[in-house]
């Protein structure tokens, strides 16, 4: 069964600096999509970054990027220029390629950005 | 504009009552999913369709029920089996291509048990 991991459940930075996510997980699959959600205090669960397992390339959205690395079975969150709107609940999740379309969740990290 | 509907926003219980959590797509996807979310815990999934009129129980099914019989719609019934309704839920859909099935939700259902 796969397994994903956050093992930062807060987190605070600066405005304007950078600050990196952690996220491992656990799986015998070969292909699979792995994303990180961000979830304000509306509750609104936002997609921020996706990336496919088959890509070397890491993922970049603006002032988001990813470090995958496939083999260690790790994908980090880097925001840079963190603004105070970034402050919100950050989800790993997991989704294999094959069979059915479930995603596995990891329990989230709490970033507070501070003025 | 396309998204995903969830009513209503808050939803409140009397013990023994079933009650029904509504979430609507106009995305045209055709995989739903219902999720629990607890303070201090993830999302876990209690059921998901990926065509009408077919559904899988998730990791967390026992105590709800589930509908398919529209491809946007996708209720969830709370019962009175549920020993500890009170949560956050979140309704989600996605394609099944295989391509990039990102799965998009919506805003969120708040059901408390008095």
């Known amino acids: 069964a796969q397994t994903v991991t956050q093992s930062q459940p807060e987190m605070s930075v600066q405005e304007a600096e950078t600050v990196t996510l952690s996220c491992t997980y656990d799986t015998s699959e070969s292909n699979y999509y792995l994303f990180w959600y961000k979830q304000p205090p509306s509750r609104q669960m936002i997609l921020v970054i996706r990336q496919e397992a088959y890509k070397q390339q890491n993922a970049t959205e603006n002032r988001f990027s990813v470090n995958f690395q496939k083999a260690a079975k790790s994908f980090s969150l880097k925001i840079s220029d963190s603004q105070l709107g970034d402050t919100a609940m950050y989800f790993c999740a997991f989704m294999k390629t094959s069979g059915t379309y479930k995603y596995i969740f990891g329990t989230g990290t709490r970033l507070k950005v501070l003025a | 504009d396309g998204g995903i509907t969830q009513s209503p926003k808050y939803l409140f219980r009397k013990e023994g009552q079933n009650v029904t959590l509504s979430c609507e797509q106009n995305l045209n996807h055709d995989a739903m999913y219902w999720y629990r979310q607890d303070p201090g815990q993830g999302l876990r999934l209690i059921y998901y369709s990926q065509i009408v009129n077919d559904f899988q129980k998730g990791d967390i099914a026992e105590g709800y029920s589930v509908s398919r019989e529209k491809k946007e719609s996708f209720p969830l019934t709370v019962t009175s089996a549920q020993k500890n309704p009170t949560a956050f839920y979140l309704c989600?859909?996605?394609?099944?291509?295989?391509?990039?099935?990102?799965?998009?939700f919506g805003p969120g259902t708040r059901l408390t048990v008095l």
């Open positions: 989600a859909s996605s394609t099944t291509s295989g391509v990039t099935d990102t799965q998009y």
